[in-house]
């Protein structure tokens, strides 16, 4: 992998495999994207808030605020603490991945 262009079409790509499944992810984070030497690619971990989710793409799941702030999307972001309300959980772990992406970015040009 040699540059983050090539790391948001792998990370899509295992959000595509986990999502096709109804897993969602749910902590989607630069942190949670290391590299496996098994495999020589990318891939996620810490799957410890994850949940197996019966909506489709587009669709509305009952949840609770849980993930990063930083990263998660501003729909999730609007959820009480504790309280439970209703999130596309497809989209907040896109969102996720693009924030994480950004923040990658950022990390890359200033090390430049």
């Given amino acids: 992998m040699t540059n983050v262009r090539e790391l948001e079409e792998r990370m899509l790509y295992c959000l595509r ?3 096709s499944f109804g897993i969602i992810h749910k902590d989607v984070k630069p942190s949670n994207m290391v590299y496996s030497p098994a495999l020589q690619n990318f891939v996620f971990i810490d799957f410890g808030i ?3 989710v019966k909506e489709r793409p587009g669709e509305q799941t009952k949840t609770f605020r849980e993930g990063t702030f930083q ?3 501003p ?3 609007r959820l009480d603490p504790g309280c439970a309300g209703w999130v596309d959980l497809y989209w907040n772990d896109l969102y996720a991945l693009r924030m994480s992406l950004q923040k990658l970015d950022q990390m890359t040009l200033r090390s430049r």
């Fill in 17 to 19: 495999v986990l999502h």
């Fill in 50 to 52: 994850s949940m197996w």
């Fill in 71 to 73: 990263y998660m999307s």
């Fill in 75 to 77: 729909q999730m972001k």
